[in-house]
């Protein structure tokens, strides 16, 4: 099975189209560091919970929407080295692709699915 890391980040709506700029630069560097898929996701229905919920989790102001994303790796191995070349990656510097949002509340991880199901 693959190796999933995903993201939840608070983008400032004015900033949709940097973000989407953003993203296709970095996302295609990923894809060639041995991605097979990587989805970015602009907040739609994203209800307000009343303990807890995705705006919390990265203190999103009025201002802002709730962005959702995931890089599907073929397994760990592949992940963690396309990781490392991204750290090293000068395309990804911020002074080349500067990120159109506040990087220190964007939560991630890295996952092992456990239940897939497919058609």
């Known amino acids: 099975m693959s190796y999933i ?9 004015a900033n949709k189209d940097k973000f989407i700029k953003h993203a296709n630069e970095g996302d295609s560097v990923f894809m060639e560091f041995g991605a097979l898929r990587v989805v970015e996701c602009w907040g739609d229905d994203v209800p307000k919970g009343e ?4 705006f919390r989790s990265v203190k999103a102001e009025q201002d802002e929407t709730v962005v959702f994303s995931w890089i ?3 397994d760990k191995a592949t992940r963690d080295a396309g990781m490392k070349k991204m750290m090293e990656d000068p395309r990804m510097s911020p002074e080349i692709n500067p990120m159109p949002f506040d990087g220190k509340r964007m939560i991630y991880g890295g996952f092992v699915p456990i239940v897939e199901l497919k058609k």
Do not use: H, S
């Open 51 to 54: 303990q807890t919920d995705f």
């Open 5 to 13: 890391d995903g993201f939840v980040l608070a983008v400032p709506t």
């Open 72 to 74: 599907e790796w073929p």
